[in-house]
């Protein structure tokens, strides 16, 4: 199946891609008029098409059939801190966008390493993982924000923060209830603060663990969203 990204595409009955899918359609995979592609919005639809103009700059198609994703699942959002290895970064929202998240924000921890990012990077590589694993939502990328100013947003779910400093947590798999919108708080490498985790626990966080082993931060990511999904199947 040859999936294209088209996030404008609602509900028309016809469609130009843009020039670097058209070239990718046209050039690369050698597409023709009269073949047929899937496309995909990020916003849950499916759209079956045949190409009608096979310019490698103006690709166009018509829409044949449109198809809805199943969104009738609760809300993962995972906030991250990335990692000096940018690379362990992208994989983490590679393999959590193939597994299904609905938003990843980036926060700046008094640990953090890292204090800048590319989100144009983390973007393409949730669109790439979206046209990849056959989905047609892409998870929301959100701005780089302190975590001071991150956990005083509000969340209608259940929201964790996982830390390795020894204290009474709960394995997130016994405290999180199938069915629940659930938030996922990640630390850096040299994990959160104690004031942080204090502070995250006044705002309404409960701790969590992921079991004993000590796990890399984009690690603990995607063990959260395999956990939620497995949970929620």
């Known amino acids: 199946m040859n999936i294209f990204y088209t996030p404008e595409l609602v509900n028309e009955n016809t469609y130009t891609l843009s020039e670097s899918e058209s070239k990718h359609a046209i050039r690369v995979l050698r597409l023709k008029q009269g073949d047929v592609l899937t496309l995909v919005n990020g916003i849950g639809s499916f759209f079956d098409a045949t190409i009608t103009n096979d310019s490698p700059k103006k690709c166009e198609v018509k829409i044949t059939e449109v198809k809805k994703e199943n969104n009738n699942k609760p809300q993962l959002h995972i906030a991250i801190a990335p990692t000096k290895n940018n690379d362990r970064t992208e994989w983490f929202i590679e393999k959590c966008t193939e597994i299904g998240i609905n938003q990843i924000s980036p926060i700046l921890c008094k640990h953090s390493e890292r204090k800048k990012i590319k989100e144009e990077r983390f973007v ?31 969340f209608d ?22 069915g629940d919108n659930c938030l996922v708080l990640i630390g850096p490498e040299g994990d959160f603060s104690t004031d942080e985790v204090k502070l995250a626990i006044e705002n309404g966080f409960e701790p969590i663990t992921f079991g004993t082993s000590r796990l890399r931060t984009e690690t603990a990511g995607v063990v959260a969203c395999t956990t939620f999904n497995l949970l929620n199947e």
């Open 124 to 154: 393409k590589t949730a669109v790439s993982a979206m046209k990849q694993s056959l989905k047609a939502s892409l998870p929301i990328i959100s701005e780089f924000t302190t975590f001071k100013n991150f956990i005083i947003q509000p």
């Open 157 to 178: 779910g259940k929201k964790y923060i996982a830390h390795c400093y020894s204290e009474n947590q709960s394995h997130y798999k016994d405290l999180y209830t199938k």
